[in-house]
């Protein structure tokens, strides 16, 4: 059971990984133009350690607990699971509306 839920959010790591390249990118662009100027992509409130300004890092992060997530007894398997999730689709949603973003 516990393999697959691992594929999967290896998997869904894998495209977050290339979303956040391509949402990098755009970013450094904006910036060169003088936008862009935040010190977070996501609010502190957020559930992630990380606090930067771009999204490589909230990436990294979540491969992080993935790692950790395959060692930890069952009881700390759901917590970590849930929270990772919530993560997940935040950071997915947040790459999603950010690359719909007009072109400056």
Do not use: C, W
């Not at 393999?3 to 956040?20: P, R």
């Amino acid at each position: 059971m516990h393999d697959a839920v691992t594929t999967k959010l290896n998997d869904t790591l894998k495209e977050l990984y290339h979303m956040a390249i391509d949402a990098d990118k755009k970013l450094a662009e904006l910036r060169t133009k003088g936008q862009a100027k935040f010190s977070a992509v996501l609010r502190e409130d957020s559930q992630f350690i990380t606090h930067t300004d771009h999204f490589m890092p909230y990436v990294a992060e979540l491969a992080e607990e993935l790692e950790i997530l395959v060692t930890v007894s069952e009881q700390e398997y759901q917590a970590l699971l849930s929270r990772m999730v919530h993560k997940i689709q935040l950071l997915a949603e947040t790459l999603q509306q950010f690359m719909r973003l007009p072109k400056a």
